[in-house]
């Protein structure tokens, strides 16, 4: 095992987990140069691309393009591929939830000096629920991820309770109310680069503004148990042999395990998916007292 018991029994107990040095400097210079290479190319952009979203704060209204986020990174660049089978990973996560181990998303988001990329309250489980919640979340530090920057941010223990609303007026918008916790119970992640944190599918998280003076990019990997089958008709395998490629350590199987975890099932589908253009229909942001 690579976690010490006090660390498994962590990650159980508060739903989330740090774990220091995974990646080395050299693993690092390849993901901030892959990172690197994609903002040189979203200055020449006037809109989203098919990989590049990005941030349209009214604070970077006056400037250059920047991005906001890569969806699906390891698909578009080989060091992303390789930090997503990284060995060094993937000991961490067989260690929380089994040696079967299935990837099923990537992306990167990043927070830029005075930009938005607010990302509310919410759970992973909200908008996307398996048969059992043997899955987690692995994030990356590209650049420092502190309080003053933007790191996420969670409240302890909230994987083990109910499941979550996300929705508003009969539409999902991807994050819950404000009052559905105690402000006082939030915890920062504070995580440099070559550290990854790891957090429970039903965690409770959030991340609030970058105050500082440089961006902060943050890689993340889902990782699932490969008995963890995906509810929703969207998530499910449209070709099975690229099904069984997604299975980076161990063996594939056609057997769902069931657990009893509570649902909340995100429908009705809105008309775009994904976290910010989701979240910014939300009557009220959890941030809008956030000083600027």
């Known amino acids: 095992m690579t976690l010490t018991p006090a660390q498994i029994e ?3 107990r508060d739903g989330y987990l740090i774990v220091r040095d995974v990646l080395t400097p050299s693993d690092m210079a390849e993901i901030r ?3 690197d290479h994609f903002a040189r190319q979203a200055l020449d952009l006037t809109e989203d691309s098919d990989v590049i979203e990005l941030d349209d ?3 970077l209204a006056d400037g250059p393009p920047l991005i906001r986020r890569l969806k699906s990174p390891h698909t578009n660049h080989e060091a992303f591929a390789k930090a997503l089978a990284h060995p ?3 000991d961490v996560v067989e260690d929380l939830i089994g040696h079967d181990i299935r990837w099923f998303h990537s992306k990167l988001n990043a927070k830029q000096p005075g930009g938005g990329g607010i990302g509310e309250w919410h759970t992973d489980w909200g908008y996307y629920p398996y048969t059992n919640d043997s899955v987690l979340e692995v994030g990356i530090a590209i650049d420092p991820c502190t309080e ?3 790191c996420m941010l969670v409240v302890p223990g909230t994987h083990t309770g109910r499941a979550y609303d996300h929705s508003q007026n009969g539409r999902f918008v991807g994050g819950v109310r404000p009052g559905e916790f105690d402000p006082d119970d939030v915890v920062p992640v504070e995580i440099m680069p070559g550290d990854i944190s790891l957090h429970h599918v039903r965690l409770l998280h959030a991340s ?4 500082t003076t440089h961006q902060r990019r943050l890689l993340l990997h889902g990782y699932a148990a490969a008995d963890a089958w995906p509810l929703m008709a969207r998530a499910q395998p449209s070709d099975w042999p690229e099904w069984d490629d997604q299975i980076l350590r161990g063996s594939p199987t056609a057997y769902a395990r069931m657990e009893a975890c ?3 099932i995100p429908l009705p589908d809105p008309p775009a998916f994904g976290l910010f253009k989701l979240q910014a229909q939300m009557e009220e942001s959890h941030f809008s007292a956030d000083p600027q």
């Open 208 to 211: 609030a503004q970058n105050h």
């Open 10 to 12: 962590s990650y159980e």
């Open 88 to 90: 060094g990973i993937l």
């Open 148 to 150: 003053a920057s933007g």
């Open 57 to 59: 704060s009214a604070q």
């Open 262 to 264: 509570p649902v909340a």
């Open 33 to 35: 140069g892959a990172a």
